[in-house]
């Protein structure tokens, strides 16, 4: 059913222009999850100017021999395959995989992937294309793993021990950083609510042109305190005005912009926001000095309207640093 929702979605074809436009010079390995689409993926990637050929468990021997032979060569760019070349398969050269099946096993992951980061002479890097998303549920160990500890950025000439001694003393502080930041991306990320940041880093919620709410970072702090300004009164804290963790503080805006504002005017897939812009918006823009991009629909043009109103505002008042 998987292989076959893939053919019909046309998800071979962009896969096939994805190789094209990231993987082109590269020799690669594609793993699907049936031998039809293995078989449809190497006919995408050679009607896309690549050449392919797929290999499967009922191949005879000597057929897959003489493919593997022809890859080996230099004849065949891409391999195509259905849980042929996870285990058993060396080809050093390999510098590109593509994981175009789901898995729930991270041993399967790590050996499809790992088909790309053997080490040969002259290869100076692998490129992983995950069009299924298993990269979101698995990951590969790295130096950071195996010797608990970030160890910088690998320089030419210097040895992993090297750069990991040089790193130390600053190791903590991007650790820290890099957890906050990701914490920050998933949250607002994935939220249903319209969420917008200033240029200056604040993040908030538009809830009419006189009305907004957004996080204030508390100082010294990773907390967060809550707040809501209006055109008349200005900014305001709740009558509980407790810093609190970004999750907290997050949700507790949230349920407050479902109470204070329409759906359609905070929710991140309401449908107006996939319309053309209006001429009132795009007037609006001219008039205050902001470059739409073409091909921005409503919604976009909405969020660069109150990103530079909200900015506007809150730029004037004397705020903590925001995060």
Not at 2 to 20: H, N, P, R
Not at 53 to 61: E, I, K, L, N
Not at 114 to 120: D, E, H, N, S, T
Not at 148 to 175: F, P
Request: proline share 6%; aromatic share 6%; charged share 25%.
């Amino acid at each position: 059913q998987l292989g076959k929702a893939l053919e019909d979605s046309g998800a071979l074809d962009a896969i096939a222009k994805a190789y094209v436009d990231h993987a082109g010079d590269r020799p690669g390995v594609v793993f699907t999850p049936t031998v039809a689409t293995a078989q449809a993926a190497a006919a995408a990637l050679e009607a896309a100017g690549i050449t392919a050929a797929p290999v499967w468990g009922g191949m005879s021997r000597d057929d897959r021999r003489a493919t593997l032979a022809r890859y080996s060569a230099g004849d065949v760019q891409v391999l195509t395959n259905c849980m042929v070349l996870t285990e058993g398969f060396d080809a050093p050269h390999t510098s590109c995989a593509v994981i175009a099946r789901p898995t729930k096993s991270p041993g399967l992951y790590v050996q499809m992937a790992g088909r790309a980061l053997r080490p040969a002479p002259g290869k100076r890097d692998a490129l992983l294309l995950d069009v299924m998303g298993a990269s979101t549920r698995h990951k590969l160990a790295s130096m950071v793993d195996l010797t608990e500890r970030e160890i910088g950025q690998a320089e030419e000439g210097k040895t992993l021990r090297q750069v990991a001694k040089e790193a130390a003393a600053a190791e903590k502080r991007r650790v820290l950083t890099a957890r906050v930041e990701a914490e920050e991306f998933n949250l607002f990320g994935s939220s249903a609510i319209r969420w917008l940041r200033t240029p200056e880093g604040t993040w908030f919620i538009r809830l009419t042109g006189a009305m907004f709410l957004f996080l204030q970072r508390d100082p010294g702090t990773r907390l967060y305190r809550m707040r809501r300004w209006t055109e008349g009164t200005g900014v305001q804290p709740p009558k509980d005005d407790t810093a609190r963790p970004l999750p907290e503080a997050l949700a507790w805006l949230e349920q407050q912009a479902k109470v204070l504002a329409p759906h359609a005017f905070v929710a991140r897939q309401a449908q107006w926001r996939s319309g053309k812009p209006t001429s009132k918006q795009m007037g609006l823009c001219r008039r205050i000095g902001i470059d739409v991009p073409r091909g921005s629909t409503a919604g976009d043009v909405a969020d660069l309207i109150d990103q530079d109103r909200v900015g506007r505002v809150l730029g004037q008042l004397i705020l903590p640093a925001a995060a």
